[in-house]
């Protein structure tokens, strides 16, 4: 094929991924995104999908650059997290083993192995409750289950998640948090930095579900809001769809300038977490409000920087700042 049998080709390709990702009212010429597409392929490594999930069509050519993509978030999470350390978090029991004092309600956790008694017993104190597969991640997996309406088959569970599963009993959400989308646990992802002279908090995120999904992941459609870490203010909102948000998309309610109840506590408690597990240096906890105050979720090891996605701009020269001190010998 000639070079210009083969630039036609690319043309169609990305006018169709154009044409699928970008709303008709935005004013920007194909041409123009076109050029920024194979621009932040070629220097910067971002394929045409992820040019629409990072907001580079709004951006200068300079802005593309300061894009930070997982594979470089991930590459650094390798070699500042120590490896024991950072089974304990991928493992969702070990992990709630590790910080039960933070978790605040029941979890049992059931494998090929046994554990069938101990979550028969937690099924009847708890007819409501979620499962989760034992790796997951996402929220890949999770179910609510109604033991009064629903027939949970803990056989053909197992069969899909071999690892094992944890059942846990349900979040009683705070009321100002549930306010934005009561069908799901709506989680801070609250990231810490440990520089060994001090523990930072750094590109926090709100994060909401939608519809009838009782998880707030943004891989299960949800939303999730950049917060002004000084002040605890949502400052914009997104999902990993190119499409930005100022108040809830179900409930209405206005996200922009929401503050996060009981911001302060959030960061202390994140910061506390974090000394419990210095091996980990880079990690993004998940908590949930409830009336008593902030509970953890869970912590990733390997964390999914959404706070640039959500604020629509790149994170370059903060990431490397960063970078240079967590390595500096």
């Known amino acids: 094929m000639s070079i210009i ?7 169609k390709k990305l006018d169709g991924i154009i044409t699928t990702h970008l709303l008709p009212e935005c004013g920007i010429s194909s041409r123009i995104i ?69 978790y605040q309600r029941d979890i049992v956790f059931v494998n090929s192995k046994g554990g069938e008694e101990e979550f028969l017993s937690f099924c009847h104190s708890h007819p409501r409750f979620i499962v989760k597969p034992l790796l997951s991640f996402s929220g890949n997996g999770i179910q609510l289950i109604n033991t009064n309406e629903d027939t949970f088959n803990v056989d053909d569970y197992l069969n899909s998640n071999p690892d094992g599963f944890v059942a846990e009993e349900l979040i009683k959400q705070n009321e100002a948090l549930s306010q934005l989308h009561p069908e799901s646990v709506n989680t801070l992802r609250i990231n810490t930095v440990n520089y060994g002279s001090s523990i930072e908090v750094i590109w926090p995120c709100l994060r909401m579900g939608r519809g009838k999904s009782v998880v707030d992941n943004a891989g299960a459609g949800g939303i999730f809001g950049a917060i002004d870490t000084a002040t605890g203010l949502i400052t914009s909102v997104s999902d990993e769809h190119n499409h930005m948000f100022t108040k809830h998309p179900d409930t209405g309610i206005p996200l922009i300038g929401f503050k996060v109840p009981k911001w302060e ?15 980990c240096r880079f990690v993004g906890w998940d908590l949930a409000l409830t009336d008593n105050g902030w509970i953890m979720v869970e912590g990733n090891h390997n964390p999914y920087l959404i706070y640039q996605i959500a604020a629509g701009k790149g994170i370059r020269k903060e990431f490397n700042r960063m970078k240079r001190r967590l390595l500096k010998k």
């Open 265 to 279: 506590e959030a960061c202390e408690m994140a910061k506390y977490l974090a000394e419990l597990i210095p091996d």
């Open 5 to 11: 049998g083969r630039i036609a080709r690319l043309y």
């Open 34 to 102: 076109r050029m920024k597409m194979i621009f932040a392929k070629m220097f910067c490594g971002i394929d045409y999908t992820n040019f629409f999930r990072y907001h580079c069509e709004h951006s200068s050519f300079l802005q593309i650059t300061q894009k930070v993509l997982y594979n470089e978030q991930n590459k650094l999470w390798k070699r500042i997290n120590n490896s024991d350390s950072r089974t304990i978090l991928k493992d969702k029991y070990k992990a709630y083993l590790r910080f039960k004092d933070f």
